[in-house]
């Protein structure tokens, strides 16, 4: 989450703390969804005369549940049950950017934590203002009234609270108190998920369920290498086969428009291209692999923490113990493929598109078609999960593209195969690390050293059009986001390479981290819980190491260095007494415990596995968290299930490789998912806070693997430092 | 030729060829768009439909082998009401981007027609065909033993939820 604020940063659009107050009145642009007959105090809320509420959600739910969380804040303080509040999809809007990053953008688990105040603010405004337009209109002392589920009640009447919209407009905005915990009745309390009805009944609308006038399904043929370019190509009798509407090349490959998807893949597969080959066509995963090594042992990187002299604490250290751990690219995989609607016309252009960056699209699409801003709307939709993948916008620039090249209304639909084989993806690392311990076993000196592609020369590219201000002339806009590798190449640190590492959290004399930026050439992306998902396995399985090389306890031993860290010290006690650490197991059985801070919030795990010809097999993980203040505890447990379940995944299965530059992955037979019956049984115990809110979305994602990896330690003796785990 | 066969209870004829997935016959033609694409191939579940009262992937069914057939997708599940699992899926949170559900119900209605009180082993193998990169495995699995007993007992109790009985501990 820092990596991409730090980015903004370097780029001058965010001074240093963080914004939390938003501007939400006196808005000199009008809402996407404006309307003058309905009481509109700020961009979240509308409330008609007919007396419907609706809740404008910037966030985009991909899953992870801000739509029930958010509209449980609102429901909150208008003291209304959170379904009789409509949520809609806002629009892009500068009133809907978020603080963190300077763009509308829904990642970094920020949502909840960002509007845990603002929405309920909001709200509250809302409830004073209709409260006061009725005293007026009612003739009675405003402590006389209460406002509950919609209405006003004043003794035994009950008026709806849209008879008092009209008066409620000329009211300026009160300061107000928000409700106090004690009198919360939704925070805080399990509920059933507002979107979970239509989920089940087939009806919710995901992006690529979107369906208009005269719409055609476009599919692209792109470089097997990422990053080549087409020489020349041909269609070879596709343009002749049924329903096919149009063959265009675009910038990235060539697009057929068809009927159907199943005319245009038909017709895809006729088309030949000859392609200019990139220079990642001549790498193999095993030559990064070699050139991470190498460039670890030649390069000595760039510093993102030094307290003291690591090294020298660590060379005087009674006991020394060194590691290297080797970790994959991986793919997102979401269930739904990648998808964008676009539909363009002479002075507007309106996209329908599953984003995590509505206003990059938006961005996008002014390049791509020459349309100002105020000529683009973007629609929304429910995203098929999200992950991370969506925060790059690959999917709206070809889609925009081939609607300006055909002049058709198309779905760019990406097969599975394209999906899996043009990702961003997590960076694959190779790390080194280093400690010393002193004779009573602690540790004195702290040395690791990552090697690993950075993601934000890939990002800025992107992001860069949105951020930057829209007077700037389109040509240095380009210039400058194509400035982006060579900035984080050469000058920047990506705080994303070594976010998990830098947050050190364990007593140490010192302590330093550094990296090494490599990049073979295959685009990188934000992955769920990003460089956390690589930190949290070198730091966690080097401190279990470090545990059985001073004889302890791993858990004892964590603890013993936790002394600046109760929070972490904390779930740590919780998951190892619920998951009954140290309880005895059956032989070729094994616990293994991991502890990890990410997103604002605390998680460790405990895992119970076993080994059987060779076969690992998870039979149960326990997880504690510490999110600080909860606002739904079934979505943060649920969330913790699906971590878990992610991070396993990564852990037993996940890997992309590279055959002369191409990925080798097509689809679920080679990129294997968790299935129902690999799925151990999780318990979630949520430690009780009064602290902030904190993220749930990713958190639970980064302990797993090194958990597993230590219990597979304790089960068999052999320390499995590649991921993903696999048994010799 | 046209290609007649019975959907969610009406019957349907299509002018389309025979070699088309029933996939893309129901989304891009019909434009019923509950029934997901997720992988082209049979590999992920997320098309599931029912053939006859059986569970099959609409990806790779040829429009040509549904002539004269039954089927019934998400949206002809539950008749006019939600089917007794689509109502357990709601009582436990189970969808989270939802995206495979429609597949992973349709998969598990199969499963309670043939089988209707199945144990965990049974719902693992009928439903170790259906990927859910969310990983809500453990709330399908729960979902589906208590509408297996709501359809067992027919008692019209709804019991309680599932968050309720397992968070608190």
Redesign the interface.
């Known amino acids: 989450m820092n990596s991409r604020r730090e980015f903004l940063k370097a780029m001058g659009l965010v001074g240093g703390g963080l914004i939390l107050e938003l501007s939400l009145s006196g808005c000199t642009t009008p809402l996407p969804h404006g309307n003058a007959r309905d009481f509109e105090p700020d961009a979240w809320l509308q409330i008609t005369p007919q007396n419907d509420i609706r809740f404008y959600l910037n966030s985009v739910e991909m899953g992870q549940g801000t739509m029930t969380g958010m509209a449980t804040l609102i429901a909150e303080e208008l003291n209304t049950e959170p379904y009789m509040i409509e949520v809609k999809s806002a629009g892009v809007h500068a009133d809907y950017v978020n603080p963190f990053y300077g763009v509308q953008v829904t990642g970094g688990s920020t949502s909840t934590r960002i509007y845990y105040d603002v929405l309920r603010r909001s709200a509250a405004q809302a409830r004073e203002m209709l409260r006061a337009a009725a005293a007026a209109e009612l003739g009675v002392d405003v402590a006389l009234l209460e406002v509950r589920d919609k209405h006003i009640i004043y003794r035994d009447t009950r008026l709806p609270m849209g008879r008092f919209v009209q008066a409620a407009q000329s009211l300026s905005r009160p300061e107000v108190s928000l409700k106090s915990e004690r009198d919360f009745r939704f925070i805080g309390r399990p509920s059933v998920r507002l979107d979970g009805a239509m989920k089940v009944r087939g009806t919710a609308q995901y992006g690529i369920d979107v369906q208009l006038p005269d719409l055609f399904t476009a599919l692209v043929k792109r470089c097997p290498v990422q990053g080549g370019h087409i020489e020349s190509w041909s269609p070879n009798g596709a343009d002749e086969l049924p329903g096919v509407k149009a063959i265009v090349p675009i910038a990235n490959g060539v697009a057929v428009v068809a009927e159907t998807y199943w005319h245009a893949q038909r017709a895809l597969q006729a088309i030949t291209v000859s392609w200019a080959m990139p220079a990642l066509s001549q790498r193999s995963s095993e030559d990064i692999r070699r050139e991470f090594e190498a460039l670890a042992a030649s390069e000595s990187g760039r510093s993102a923490l030094s307290v003291g002299d690591a090294r020298a604490d660590i060379r005087a250290a009674a006991l020394q113990h060194a590691a290297t751990y080797r970790l994959p690219y991986l793919a997102h995989a979401t269930m739904e493929p990648m998808n964008c609607t676009v539909r363009l016309r002479d002075d507007h252009c309106e996209i329908w598109v599953p984003t995590q960056v509505p206003s990059v699209c938006a961005a996008i699409a002014e390049e791509v078609t020459g349309l100002r801003r105020h000529q683009i709307t973007v629609h929304t939709t429910l995203l098929g999960g999200g992950f991370g993948r969506r925060l790059s916008v690959d999917y709206a620039l070809e889609a925009t593209q081939i609607a300006k090249a055909t002049g058709l209304t198309i779905k760019l639909v990406f097969s599975r195969e394209d999906d899996m084989q043009h990702d961003y993806y997590r960076p694959a690392a190779h790390a080194e690390i280093k400690a010393g311990l002193d004779e009573q076993g602690r540790i004195t000196g702290w040395h690791q050293k990552n090697v690993n592609p950075n993601i934000l020369p890939y990002a800025f590219q992107e992001f860069a059009t949105a951020v930057l201000p829209a007077w700037l002339p389109d040509g240095l806009v380009r210039g400058l986001a194509n400035l982006g590798p060579w900035v984080y190449g050469t000058l920047l640190m990506d705080p994303a390479s070594t976010e998990g590492a830098v947050e050190f959290g364990y007593d140490s004399v010192s302590a330093e981290v550094r990296h090494v930026q490599a990049d073979p050439g295959l685009r990188t992306g934000y992955w769920r819980s990003v460089g956390h998902s690589i930190n949290a396995f070198v730091v966690e399985s080097f401190m279990d190491e470090l545990a059985h090389r001073a004889g302890r306890d791993p858990l004892q031993f964590r603890l013993q260095h936790l002394a600046g860290n109760p929070r972490l010290a904390a779930v740590l006690r919780q998951v190892a007494e619920v998951g009954r650490w140290g309880a005895p197991m059956e032989p070729g059985s094994a616990q293994g415990i991991a502890a990890h801070y990410s997103f604002g919030s605390y998680v460790a795990q405990l895992v119970e596995v076993s080994v059987v010809e060779g076969d690992i097999r998870v039979h149960r993980v326990t997880v504690a968290i510490d999110c600080g203040k909860t606002i739904n505890p079934d979505i943060i447990k649920a969330q913790m299930e699906g971590g878990v379940i992610f991070g396993l995944t990564a852990a037993l299965r996940g890997e992309i490789t590279l055959q002369d530059g191409r990925v080798q992955q097509t689809n679920f037979h080679d990129y294997p998912l968790l299935r129902i019956h690999e799925a151990p049984a999780i318990t979630v115990h949520i430690l009780s806070s009064a602290e902030a809110p904190g993220g749930v979305g990713e958190p639970a994602v980064p302990p797993i693997a090194p958990a597993l990896a230590n219990a597979l330690f304790a089960a068999t003796g052999q320390r499995l430092r590649d991921l993903p785990l696999r048994l010799s | 030729m046209p290609i007649t066969f019975m959907l969610n209870d009406r019957s349907i004829s299509l002018d389309v ?1 025979g070699e ?2 029933l996939l ?1 016959a129901l ?3 019909l ?1 019923l ?9 049979g ?2 579940g ?1 098309c599931t439909v029912h053939r006859e009262g059986e569970a099959i992937r609409a990806c790779t069914t040829p429009m040509s082998s549904v002539q004269g057939r039954r089927i019934t ?3 002809g599940l539950g008749g006019q009401a ?1 089917h007794p ?2 109502d357990a ?3 436990h ?10 597949g992973q ?1 349709m998969a598990a209605s199969a499963l309670l027609a043939q089988n209707p009180s199945p144990t965990d082993e049974d ?3 009928a ?15 729960a979902a589906i033993h208590d509408a297996a007993g709501q359809l067992q007992s027919d008692s019209g109790q709804t019991p309680a ?1 599932y ?2 009985s ?2 608190e ?1």
């Open positions: 060829e088309m997935p893309w989304r891009d033609v434009k768009t509950g029934t997901k694409f997720g992988c082209g191939a590999l992920c997320a997708t998400i949206e939600d699992l689509q899926w709601i009582r949170n189970v969808a989270q981007c939802g995206y495979c559900q429609p119900i719902i693992d193998r439903m170790a065909g259906n990927l859910c990169r969310c990983g809500t495995y453990s709330r399908i699995r939820p968050y309720q397992n968070l501990s």
